[in-house]
């Protein structure tokens, strides 16, 4: 028999085992009044059988009407650790730790909170008080975020920083079995998987695709947390939807518009062309000069691209370049079987030049780096896209600036507004 802390917190439809525990649990019906109880739809789907199911969370198991959704709350004890287990020895800017206190301040009072920070203020740092604060009594938190990239990069800086908590990471890339962590670092999609487990939930880039706009999600992340837990959101650019939460008072604001190292944000350099960027399996010149003199200078290089079906059409005309017969280059989007290998080799610097889509927009760092933008003009970039995009840039302390270029044909009201908070926030 599975040992049944393992599952405190977690909610499963009754097929997918730990049948030993359905006495302990809650039990409820999958589709209720013709909502799916894990995930919030209204489902209308019916299999051959005539029964409903739910399309909306069918990628972490078909939930179907008639059938049961386990929930276990159980009870997780963690031993509690004078300063929260946190083993960190870095120091944070006045900045940074005016955030942090007033992140503890609002977690003590039952707040919750929205933090804006620049990209490249250091959020992560700021949230060490935080989690520490969390697991000094024992309770349990998640930090969860909607791109499995910033769970990736996230999970070995919160290992480093908290040495003796058991931290698990969940996303859909890599099968885990569930576990029982104090706290727990996954995709936004996975809090589907949790019912009121957490006494603090942090949802970090709450912007961002898919979680925006997706009530699902936004339904799963607040039946994650317990009815007495606090949530916290972190971005650089905030929805509409959440400016009103701040102005209703169900959110505090907490606003930090420097970067960590006290630098300002790279202004992008806006590049008109005139003819098509890449023609008869060529780059524009003015592209290709641009490319060359991010290579030559060392930099590693994020090339943006619109759409996947452009990635092996640039790498192509990238690989014919004479000029940049030294470079190595590869190309990564979404649905790439060795994306996390390609960027941890980017990373790295084996890569010269990364052809991306807008999968590595945010959340993600690599020293040095520097990027073009090739159609910032197409619709799929909206300002926040492009702001984090050039967020990319800048980010290290000992190289505070860098290039950053959006090029189009087409002057849009996104790539003026885009470049307008930039030069805002540097204000
Ligand atoms: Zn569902």
Redesign the pocket.
């Known amino acids: 028999m599975k040992n049944l802390t393992l599952l405190a917190g977690r909610q499963w439809p009754a097929e997918q085992g730990h049948s030993s525990i359905l006495a302990a649990a809650t039990q409820v019906n999958i589709i209720e009044n013709g909502r799916?109880q894990?995930?919030?739809?209204f489902?209308s789907a019916k299999l051959p059988n005539g029964k409903l199911y739910?399309?909306?969370?069918?990628g972490i198991g078909r939930?179907v009407e008639g059938n049961v959704l386990v929930r276990y709350l159980g009870h997780a004890e963690f031993p509690k650790q004078k300063n929260g287990g946190l083993t960190w020895s870095g120091h944070l800017t006045s900045q940074q730790e005016k955030i942090s206190a007033g992140l503890v301040t609002n977690f003590l009072e039952k707040k919750n909170s929205l933090v804006h920070a620049v990209t490249g203020a250091g959020k992560t740092e700021m949230l060490f008080q935080l989690i520490a604060e969390c697991m000094k009594n024992g309770q349990r938190a998640c930090i969860a975020t909607p791109r499995i990239d910033v769970v990736n990069e996230l999970y070995p800086r919160f290992k480093a920083a908290f040495s003796e908590i058991k931290i698990g990471k969940y996303h859909g890339r890599e099968f885990k079995e569930p576990d029982l962590d104090q706290l727990t670092i996954c995709t936004t999609h996975q809090l589907?998987k949790f019912y009121q487990a957490f006494d603090l939930l942090v949802i970090d880039e709450v912007d961002s695709f898919p979680y925006v706009g997706d009530p699902?999600l936004h339904f799963g992340a607040k039946n994650a947390v317990k009815t007495s837990g606090v949530r916290v959101y972190l971005t650089a650019t905030p929805t509409a939807d959440l400016l009103e939460e701040v102005k209703q008072k169900k959110l505090r604001l907490l606003k930090l518009n420097r970067r960590f190292h006290g630098g300002l944000l790279p202004v992008p350099k806006e590049k008109f062309f005139l003819r098509p960027f890449l023609q008869k399996e060529r780059l524009h010149s003015k592209l290709l000069s641009e490319i060359i003199k991010a290579v030559e200078s060392g930099h590693p290089l994020l090339l943006f691209v619109p759409r996947i079906e452009q990635i092996p059409v640039y790498l192509a005309a990238l690989r014919k370049e004479h000029r940049l017969q030294k470079a190595q280059v590869a190309g990564v989007y979404a649905a790439d079987k060795q994306r996390l290998e390609k960027v941890a080799a980017f990373r790295e610097q084996r890569l010269q030049i990364l052809v991306t889509t807008t999968i590595l927009e945010r959340g993600v760092t690599f020293p040095h780096v520097w990027v073009i933008v090739v159609a910032a003009d197409d619709a799929i970039y909206t300002t926040a896209s492009l702001v984090q995009i050039a967020g990319r840039v800048g980010r290290a302390q000992h190289d505070p600036t860098g290039l950053v270029v959006y090029c189009y044909h087409q002057y849009t009201k996104n790539i003026k507004l885009a470049v307008r908070q930039i030069r805002e926030m540097n204000r």
């Open positions: 799916c894990r995930c919030g739809a489902v739910c399309r909306a969370c069918i939930a589907l699902q």
